[in-house]
Nanobody
């Protein structure tokens, strides 16, 4: 079994910063891309940022220059540093990972439970 556990959400004023963490655990052979998605009330879930196992990154235009994604492959952990937060960043943030489980050939898509980020104006 594989679990993704997120932490670091909360309430912050506009212009502030938060750092999200997501740790994968369980019978993991390898992890390919890890990423962060978010879903605001009444909106579809959208990609915020993603990072490959080799460190290549991809960001939504709305967060470029403000958010930074990174990962610690030894600890199966991905981070999202969020600076200059805006009220429109308010959403539930979900961790996602493409994981090859031990003993399996194909990879599977896993999601965390979500963490609330609220930015007040």
């Amino acid at each position: 079994q594989v679990q993704l556990v997120e932490s670091g959400g909360g309430l912050v004023q506009a212009g502030g910063s938060l750092r999200l963490s997501c740790a994968a655990s369980g019978s993991i052979f390898s992890i390919n891309t890890m990423g962060w998605y978010r879903q605001a009330p009444g909106k579809q879930r959208e990609l915020v940022a993603a990072i490959t196992s080799s460190g290549s990154t991809n960001y939504a235009d709305s967060v470029k220059g403000r958010f930074t994604i990174s990962r610690d492959n030894a600890k199966n952990t991905v981070f999202l540093q969020m600076n200059s937060l805006k009220p429109e960043d308010t959403a539930v943030y979900y961790c996602n990972a493409d994981i090859r489980v031990a003993g399996k050939i194909r990879t599977y898509d896993y999601w965390g439970q979500g963490t609330q980020v609220t930015v007040s104006s």
